[in-house]
């Protein structure tokens, strides 16, 4: 009896491009890759984006060689098997283990996160050019909540007390009015916010808690042309769940762990009132 052909799915390539797959199944890939040029295409721009994400960490490296291959090899480990639409998330988290490990005062460092940031944006860009509208803006505030929700010491960049001032700088930064929602009569307090980065622009991240374990984050950013316009809908990204809609040209999806039924309710309240926005 003829064996059923088993499904190659993103994990087996990922395998494939980290050199990790089980010899036994090289010839199963490669006759796959040789019958779909699209997922050639797709290996291929997957092997550029982690080779130009090692070189951008190489680069801004200080002259010290122990170090630069320390921090290498913790950069290598942490992309192998990971799927290369959390590249942006990555970047940000060894960013932050490069100033927590070598210093982060010194002026290769911040050079050094510049051109992070700017590669992190090109390759997360070309990653995440399969995802446009809603299902985009789901991925970035999923993404973003895993990153920063779970810092309990420093989880917004500007807090409540500077409201205005938080406010004010969002607004200026993504070229267009951006404010947060009030959900305090539902429970959940205002902490504060910070600027993000996304493969499409700039996004506000507004934040909230319950200040029973649960909190929520609100990202905010500027849609596409085409995207101008969607109604509310639940979303999942990153394993967080949520609800994503559009208006006016700019985007709004909240996320969080809090039961469905509630975060509906929540997200229909943030809805009405960001009709002003």
């Known amino acids: ?40 295409r797709r290996v291929d721009a997957y092997r550029r984006q982690r080779h130009d994400l090692r070189q951008a960490f190489a680069e801004a490296m200080p002259p010290r060689p122990d170090a630069d291959q320390a921090l290498l090899r913790r950069v290598d480990a942490y992309l192998r098997g990971k799927h290369q639409r959390r590249l942006l998330a990555a970047v940000a988290m060894i960013a932050v283990v490069i100033g927590a490990g070598l210093g982060g005062g010194s002026g290769w460092l911040l050079r050094g996160v510049t051109d992070l940031r700017q590669a992190a ?61 009030d959900l305090a009569a539902a429970g959940f307090r205002f902490m504060g916010g910070r600027l993000v980065a996304t493969a499409h622009g700039p996004a506000a991240l507004f934040m909230y808690d319950d200040d029973k374990g649960t909190r929520l984050s609100l990202l905010i950013r500027p849609m596409a042309k085409t995207d101008m316009e969607a ?37 229909t309240e943030a809805q009405r009132q960001s009709t002003g926005i």
């Not at 036994?24 to 796959?32: D, F, G």
């Not at 949520?242 to 509630?262: E, K, M, N, P, T």
Request: proline residues 5%; charged residues 25%; contains cysteine.
């Open 1 to 40: 009896m003829r064996e059923i052909e088993r499904a190659i799915g993103d994990d087996d390539l990922q395998a494939y491009i980290d050199d990790c797959l089980d010899p036994a199944r090289l010839p199963e890939i490669e006759a796959h890759l040789a019958a779909h040029p699209e997922v050639t």
């Open 231 to 267: 109604p509310l809908e639940a979303v999942k990204a990153h394993g967080v769940d949520g609800y994503a809609w559009a208006q006016h040209g700019i985007g709004f999806s909240l996320v969080g762990a809090a039961d469905d039924s509630r975060l509906q309710q929540l997200a």
């Open 121 to 181: 944006h090109e390759v997360a860009a070309n990653e995440v050019a399969g995802l446009s509208g809603i299902a985009a803006l789901a991925d970035e505030a999923g993404a973003a909540h895993v990153v920063f929700s779970a810092d309990r010491k420093r989880p917004v960049e500007m807090d409540a007390a500077h409201q205005a001032d938080l406010t004010r700088w969002l607004s200026n930064r993504l070229a267009h009015p951006v404010a947060p929602v």
